[in-house]
């Protein structure tokens, strides 16, 4: 994975240093549990759209109701909007745990509503793939905050009777805009600047951008403008992954950011729907399942955690949304599932996923508490955004 440095802001952070991948156990001074103990009855999650499936749409796809039996934890669960949405709804108090991605992830960390885990009582982190240990969104000294649920890219989609021939870069969301005017969809959130600095980073290399999360000035105005003439090529947005396979489905949008999830709802419906990772790479996300400090239900989450790494439940869990399952186990139930999944996903594929930088959050400090520079925190990009859309 990209070689990031971990966020300045969570330097002021005093933890005492902890293996969380080779098997030594954390450090008695973290409070963290020894022992796992009888579930609490309940369980309150925030989720992004299709984290927890109980059969209801598809019954081959439920592993909600499995871990409700063996563990007596009634499920309940809130679907977030994005990542600023999530935080916000962490931040209430209300919730034991939530499946963070890596903008989100630093913010709960940092601001102390995320706990750390004692990953020696999961059984099932044993199993998990190396590359998806110790990541510096979700890791701090070497103590995990977080167990990870799956990983994957965002894909350019593109409706094959209009596209005709495959894009090999994202040029058909920015500078080949107008050949689309009014049927490009972008994703509506802030973190989406992101991808129009990555665009600048390949197409205009003067302005230096090495992070397209940690912009300078100059680079955020560029980025913005980039922005602007989306907008002004009449980009729809889209902030639930229904709303993006409606437009998609009645001919409203023909090309756009996506996830493979919608991808495969789209092509199941027959749509001419197709999907590719540009040459100059992706943003992305690689998602993890966060306790809250304060949960009220911790034995509950724990085993929820354990549970979203098993074979099953992640086999199932990553094919439905189309997403890197996070161990070989998981990888096999994943086929018999969905032959060639784990393929399609490239779910063991290190260089691959070098191509994609995952979501991270903006700091002022750049990620880099040695550097001189200034950088556009993310209250600047939230506002920033909020301007764009003149929401």
């Known amino acids: 994975m990209k070689n990031r440095r971990f966020l300045g802001a969570l330097g002021a952070i005093a933890i005492v240093a902890a293996a969380c991948g080779g098997g030594a156990s954390p450090k008695p001074s973290l409070d963290l549990p020894t022992s796992i103990g009888a579930g609490e009855g309940e369980l309150n999650l925030i989720i992004w759209a299709g984290y927890a499936e109980r059969g209801e749409i598809d019954a081959a796809y439920d592993w909600v109701t499995p871990f409700e039996t063996a563990t007596g934890c009634t499920v309940n669960t809130t679907d977030m909007t994005d990542s600023n949405n999530g935080v916000s709804l962490m931040q209430s108090g209300d919730y034991d745990g939530i499946s963070a991605s890596g903008d989100a992830t630093t913010r709960l960390i940092a601001g102390g509503i995320a706990a750390p885990v004692n990953t020696t009582l999961l059984a099932n982190f044993a199993n998990v793939f190396a590359g998806l240990k110790g990541l510096p969104h979700n890791t701090v000294d070497g103590v995990a905050y977080g167990v990870p649920h799956g990983r994957g890219p965002n894909l350019l989609a593109y409706n094959t009777d209009v596209v005709t021939e495959a894009p090999t870069s994202w040029g058909p969301v920015w500078e080949d805009g107008s050949m689309y005017s009014g049927k490009i969809s972008i994703y509506d959130s802030a973190i989406y600047i992101a991808d129009a600095a990555l ?193």
């Open 199 to 391: 665009h600048l980073m390949t197409t205009t290399p003067a302005l230096g951008i090495t992070n397209p999360y940690q912009l300078n000035q100059a680079q955020f105005d560029a980025a913005v403008a980039l922005l602007e003439q989306q907008r002004d090529n009449g980009a729809l947005y889209w902030g639930t992954y229904s709303d993006q396979v409606s437009s998609y489905g009645a001919g409203d949008v023909v090309v756009g950011t996506t996830w493979q999830f919608q991808v495969n709802l789209l092509q199941a419906e027959g749509a001419p729907i197709e999907a590719v990772l540009p040459d100059e790479g992706s943003t992305g996300w690689s998602d993890t399942w966060m306790i809250a400090k304060d949960s009220k239900h911790p034995n509950c989450m724990y085993m929820w955690m354990d549970h979203m790494m098993s074979a099953e439940a992640n086999g199932q869990a990553t094919v439905w949304f189309g997403e890197a399952a996070t161990s070989s186990q998981a990888c096999a139930y994943a086929e018999t599932l969905s032959a060639g999944h784990c393929e399609l996903t490239h779910a063991s594929d290190e260089a691959y996923y070098d191509k994609i930088w995952y979501w991270s959050t903006p700091q002022a400090d750049c990620a880099d508490t040695d550097a001189a520079t200034t950088c556009k925190d993310q209250d600047a990009w939230v506002a920033a955004w909020t301007t764009l859309r003149g929401a």
